[in-house]
């Protein structure tokens, strides 16, 4: 149990990022009960541990302590999801980008569908930087990643968002003719 002085403190450092931790679970896992389940976890163990944190910015612990639990449920319910290997023939180069393909499109189940797609460290990579806005160097931190590997990463995610929204828009414009 915390000190009053502490849970004080866990309450303004950490709950603040709940909304980001439950975003970055739900991506993970891709189901909200499983997402919820796995924030509950990872709030307990933060709370429980919170005396060994040290600083003033717990967003980047908390996510890391959320990736974690949401690994270690992906390795005990989806070992396979773990396993897949990044598809170097899957990404190609283009100048537009994900974004533009989105709104071009103006179909965010297109663009969902598209994330989901991506290979679980991808799509982490992605959720941590576009919708949580996070920096490399947080992303670094709360995948134990190489800033490289991360920049890397989500080069190739990007590159892999925009074909398949590419290929999609293709599809539609093709069968509205």
């Not at 190489?146 to 074909?163: D, K």
Request: net charge negative; aromatic share 6%; glycine share 2%.
């Amino acid at each position: 149990m915390l000190r009053p002085e502490e849970r004080v403190r866990f309450e303004q450092l950490v709950l603040p990022h709940l909304d980001a931790a439950t975003n970055l679970a739900r991506w993970l896992l891709r189901t909200p009960a499983d997402a919820e389940d796995a924030v509950q976890e990872a709030m307990l163990r933060a709370y429980r541990f919170f005396q060994t944190f040290r600083g003033t910015e717990a967003r980047a612990w908390l996510l890391q302590i959320v990736r974690n639990t949401c690994y270690t449920w992906i390795e005990k319910r989806m070992p396979a999801e773990l396993l897949t290997e990044f598809n170097e023939d899957l990404h190609t180069t283009s100048s537009n980008t994900p974004e533009l393909i989105a709104i071009q499109a103006s179909n965010r189940q297109q663009l969902m569908r598209a994330l989901e797609a991506l290979p679980l460290r991808a799509r982490e990579v992605v959720v941590l930087r576009e919708l949580e806005e996070c920096s490399y160097k947080e992303i670094s931190t709360v995948t134990g990643m190489p800033i490289g590997t991360v920049m890397s990463t989500l080069s190739r995610a990007r590159e892999r968002l925009t074909r398949v929204l590419t290929e999609s828009s293709a599809k539609e414009a093709s069968s509205d003719l």
